[in-house]
Structure formats: C-alpha cells, structure tokens
T-cell receptor, first 109, second 115 residues
Framework: RKEVEQDPGPFNVPEGATVAFNCTYS??????FFWYRQDCRKEPKLLMS???SGNEDGRFTAQLNRASQYISLLIRDSKLSDSATYLC??????????FGAGTQVVVTP | EAQVTQNPRYLITVTGKKLTVTCSQN?????MSWYRQDPGLGLRQIYY???????DKGDVPEGYKVSRKEKRNFPLILESPSPNQTSLYFC??????????????FGQGTRLTVV
C-alpha cells in the first residue's frame, strides 16, 4: 500500500468552476502536510502548507482531517493557469517527505 | 535569488559510464535530498542529508551514492548507470528537517536516459 494515495484524475474543470480532490495518508504519526503544484514534468513548487484548522490562500482552500487521515484541496473560480498536477506531500516525524503520485487538473475554456 | 541549481538538465549516457549530477543551494539550508520521479509512482527519495557529512539512504538508494562535504552542495553519483535508472531526478533542500521552515524547494530537474 502506498504511503500517500491520490486520485490521478484527470479532473476536467470548466473555467470558473470549483474543483476539489483529496489525498489519503497511511502514517498516523505524520507531522506536516503540503500541497505542491507541478507543471508538465517541471520541478514541484509549494502551493500551500496545510494546517490543522484548515487554511485559505486566495482561491485555494486546504483542509486536514487527522482522524480519517486525509487532506483536501479546493480550487474556486478555476483559471486556465490552474491546469497542472497537484502533489500531496506528507512529512513524517523524521522529516522525510512522502509524495503522492499527483492529481491532474485540466481547466477548459 | 534563492534557488536550488541542478546540472545537467538533460543527459543521455551509456550503461556503465560513471556520472555525477550536481546540486547546489544558496539558502544555507541544512536538509537536502534527492528524488527520482517515474510515471505513476510519484517522487521517491534516493538519499538525504541532515547536514554536512551526514547522509542516509532513502527508499530507493541502490545504484546511487551521495556526498555532503559542504553545506551548499549535494552531488548524486551513479557509479555504473543502468537503463532502469532512466528517470527524472530532482534535488531538494529545506531549512531543516523538523519544525518551521520544513517546506522543500526543488531544483529544475535532470532528465537522465541510460542506453
């Protein structure tokens, strides 16, 4: 079983719509959580950290559910430029990052 | 500009010919690591380093070596590359392994093909 699992998608989203997707993690001792964005095999870039109380950054909202061991990302008012692969990243107590395989989002005009 | 720099960006080599991929960061980060990314598998950690002269194996260390003689540099060495090491490689650094500042910054990637 993978440490971090994501629906690979693609999620095809009309421009302006809302899209949400989750990732699940298996290590209950995980300490930190992040969403990264990766464009077409370029380097991953930090989108946002995920805090226990949930957090927003503009059109992006992240939630953490420790009891069920999942993280979610919601994108409101989708833009064409939001098309990318979103990587769920979990850090364990040793500082090791575990990556999901990514969820592909395609925003269409 | 704060960055992680990898070289080369693209490399085609033959089986058995030793190669080194360099990684350098200018942010005075303690923690550095190497990942490979293969379709459908996500990024998998090859080796990591908590600080100068401190390195350890990640999930897929076979066939790779690293060194951390200086804080800024963390080269990845393939002593005898094989075709199954064809992959996209990323170097990453973070301020520290634990606590605030643990988000990772990635180099631009090295696309390696071993024929």
């Amino acid at each position: 079983r993978k440490e971090v699992e994501q629906d690979p998608g693609p999620f095809n989203v009309p421009e302006g719509a809302t899209v949400a997707f989750n990732c699940t993690y298996s290590n209950s001792a995980s300490q930190s959580f992040f969403w990264y964005r990766q464009d077409c095999r370029k380097e991953p870039k930090l989108l946002m950290s995920v805090y226990s109380s949930g957090n927003e950054d503009g059109r992006f909202t992240a939630q953490l559910n420790r009891a069920s061991q999942y993280i979610s990302l919601l994108i409101r008012d989708s833009k064409l430029s939001d098309s990318a692969t979103y990587l769920c990243v979990v850090k364990d107590s040793w500082g090791k990052l575990q990556f999901g395989a990514g969820t592909q989002v395609v925003v269409t005009p | 500009e704060a960055q992680v720099t990898q070289n080369p960006r693209y490399l085609i080599t033959v089986t058995g010919k030793k190669l080194t991929v360099t990684c350098s960061q200018n942010m005075n980060h303690e923690y550095m690591s190497w990942y490979r990314q293969d379709p459908g598998l996500g990024l998998r950690q090859i080796y990591y380093s908590m600080n100068v002269e401190v390195t350890d194996k990640g999930d897929v260390p076979e066939g790779y070596k690293v060194s951390r003689k200086e804080k800024r540099n963390f080269p990845l060495i393939l002593e005898s590359p094989s075709p199954n090491q064809t992959s996209l490689y990323f170097c990453a650094s973070s301020l520290r392994a634990q606590g605030p500042g643990t988000e990772a910054f990635f180099g631009q990637g090295t696309r390696l093909t071993v024929v």
